[in-house]
């Protein structure tokens, strides 16, 4: 059974800095593509940041440069994203996922399985 496992969320003063931890069972993590997205309420889910398969390059939301980071650790088949400098805007709850695909993909129809979230809120 393929099981994403999201940790790490929480209620933080903007400012802080959250790290977030997804891990896989069921599946290897190094062979997909991964992708951390986040919903706030009444908005669409978007995509945060992601990390290609096989070269690790990263993308990331223009809003999220230089304060977001996501990283894998293939050995313990887990994929984190560490968020500094958090602002109540990136309040919401925060997903990770894996696509199939080679490169990282920043629409969520693109990814083939789905953690069940955790929600990070921001205070002013």
């Known amino acids: 059974q393929v099981q994403l496992v999201e940790s790490g969320g929480g209620l933080v003063q903007a400012g802080g800095s959250l790290r977030l931890s997804c891990a896989a069972s069921g599946l290897t993590l190094s062979r997909f593509a991964m992708g951390w997205f986040r919903q706030a309420p009444g908005k669409e889910r978007e995509f945060v940041a992601g990390i290609n398969r096989y070269d690790s390059s990263t993308y990331y939301l223009d809003s999220v440069k230089g304060r977001f980071t996501i990283s894998r650790d293939n050995a313990k088949n887990t994929v984190y994203l560490q968020m500094n400098s958090l602002r109540p805007e990136d309040t919401g709850v925060y997903y990770c996922?894996?696509?199939?695909?080679?490169?990282?993909?920043?629409?969520?129809?693109?990814?083939?399985?789905w953690g069940q979230g955790t929600q990070v809120t921001v205070s002013t």
């Open positions: 996922a894996a696509s199939l695909a080679i490169a990282v993909r920043t629409t969520a129809h693109a990814y083939d399985y």
